[in-house]
């Protein structure tokens, strides 16, 4: 190989062999920042999982306070139903007594008209026959 050969193939690879240096460097540089940000990132990925459970706690505690609240409510809305069933049932006591009275109170009313009628038919036909003696006996 030619001397001049040589020589431009050293100062290339020399540059080459540089730039693997440099990137070395870097590499190592990354390394050492990772290296160094670790405990960081470390810190605060504990710090984040602190009060995620933080708030999963005081969330559980609020989801089960409103759940309490609903159950009171919850009971109060059956004891009315319960209230309001009890009433109905006892207004239809009350109409089912009301309506046998009334029903009793017409066929009263009715017998008696019965009775009325009866009577005026026979003070009719008493009357229907007075009138024909004193018609006769003109």
């Given at each position: 190989?030619?001397?001049e050969?040589?020589?431009?193939?050293?100062?290339?690879?020399?540059?080459?062999?540089?730039?693997?240096?440099?990137?070395?460097?870097r590499?190592?540089?990354?390394?050492?920042?990772?290296?160094?940000?670790?405990?960081?990132?470390?810190?605060?990925?504990?710090e984040?999982?602190?009060?995620?459970?933080?708030?999963?706690?005081?969330?559980?505690?609020?989801?089960?306070?409103?759940?309490?609240?609903?159950?009171?409510?919850?009971?109060?809305?059956?004891?009315?139903?319960?209230?309001?069933?009890?009433?109905?049932?006892?207004?239809?006591?009350?109409?089912?007594?009301?309506?046998?009275?009334?029903?009793?109170?017409?066929?009263?009313?009715?017998?008696?008209?019965?009775?009325?009628?009866?009577?005026?038919?026979?003070?009719?036909?008493?009357?229907?026959?007075?009138?024909?003696?004193?018609?006769?006996?003109?």
């Open positions: 190989m030619d001397r050969l040589a020589d431009f193939l050293d100062r290339r690879f020399d540059g080459i062999d540089e730039r693997f240096r440099q990137v070395d460097r590499f190592g540089d990354v390394d050492q920042s990772l290296a160094e940000g670790r405990p960081h990132t470390e810190t605060l990925v504990a984040a999982r602190q009060h995620a459970e933080a708030l999963a706690l005081a969330t559980r505690r609020h989801v089960d306070m409103v759940a309490e609240e609903l159950r009171g409510d919850l009971r109060a809305i059956a004891e009315n139903q319960l209230n309001l069933t009890r009433q109905i049932q006892e207004m239809r006591r009350e109409h089912e007594a009301a309506q046998r009275d009334v029903l009793a109170a017409i066929k009263s009313s009715h017998a008696e008209l019965n009775r009325w009628l009866t009577r005026l038919e026979s003070v009719t036909v008493d009357l229907d026959a007075r009138v024909g003696r004193l018609e006769s006996g003109r």
